[in-house]
């Protein structure tokens, strides 16, 4: 196979496309998205990259490790487990896809169709965090992807930071509510517009404790958010 020309090989000096010589092959931003909140195995990915071989998830992973973007990790588990987690450097790819997220969202159709993972949830939650001035009091948030068989919960806490709502992976301390949902199912009471409730009786959703702390959050995405 002939190697791979990139845009710094046909002479172009712009940073936004040596970067694109990176990150800019179908899936790779994709396979970044469900790093950015903490490791994954290798199953853990093939799972939530939808669509994507396992040969063309090694392929992705590979040039990513050699850009320096993500690196291999070993699990505390007992088993050792191998995964991969993004560096540092990695990291700075959240602030890229929110961007390309509020891009797309102020074009002339911002509709979306299929369905969004825990995490990938998780993070458009953080791109359009809206402001809480008045603080929100510890809530949980344990979402899964109902498209898996068998689907595992991911933990994630909400809280304020500087005025807007913050989320974060982690078991949340002394929640005073907690929301179990499918994770396209959130996502479409909050940017879609599904009222709480209809999702709550479809039993995609699901809220114990305070519930006005979870509809308030809801109310901030309806009023603050552009989705």
Same mark, same amino acid.
């Given at each position: ?26 899936? +790779? ?13 290798? !199953? ?9 071989? &396992? !040969? ?13 973007? %993500?690196?291999?990790? +070993? ?11 993004? $560096? ?7 602030? %890229? ?20 993972? /825990?995490? =990938?949830?998780?993070? =458009? ?11 929100? /009091? ?12 068998? &689907? ?7 809280? $304020? ?10 078991? !949340? %301390?002394?929640? %005073? @509510?907690? *929301?179990? @949902? ?6 479409? *009471?909050?940017?879609?517009?599904? &009222? ?8 995609? *959703? ?6 006005? $702390?979870? +509809? ?10 552009? &989705?």
């Amino acid at each position: 196979m002939p190697a791979k020309l990139t845009y710094a090989h046909h002479g172009d000096a712009c940073r936004a496309a040596n970067a694109l010589d990176l990150v800019g092959d179908r899936w +790779t931003l994709i396979v970044v998205r469900e790093l950015l909140l903490g490791p994954k195995r290798f !199953a853990d990915l093939q799972e939530s990259v939808r669509g994507i071989t &396992p !040969a063309v998830l090694s392929d992705r992973l590979r040039s990513l490790r050699q850009a320096g973007i %993500v690196d291999q990790v +070993t699990l505390t588990d007992l088993a050792r487990t191998r995964a991969y987690a993004v $560096t540092e450097w990695g990291r700075g790819l959240e602030s %890229v896809l929110a961007s390309l997220g509020r891009w797309y969202t102020s074009g002339p159709d911002p509709r979306t169709s299929g369905g969004m993972t /825990p995490d =990938a949830m998780v993070l =458009a939650m953080r791109t359009m965090a809206p402001p809480v001035p008045e603080g929100l /009091p510890s809530t949980a948030l344990r979402l899964y992807d109902a498209r898996q068989p068998d &689907p595992p919960v991911r933990e994630y806490r909400l809280t $304020t930071v500087d005025g807007l709502l913050d989320v974060r992976p982690g078991v !949340a %301390v002394d929640p %005073v @509510a907690t *929301v179990t @949902a499918d994770s396209t199912a959130w996502s479409e *009471v909050l940017f879609g517009g599904l &009222p709480l409730t209809d999702a709550e009786r479809a039993g995609t *959703v699901r809220v114990e404790g305070d519930r006005d $702390t979870v +509809t308030r959050v809801v109310r901030h995405y309806l009023t603050d958010a552009r &989705p």
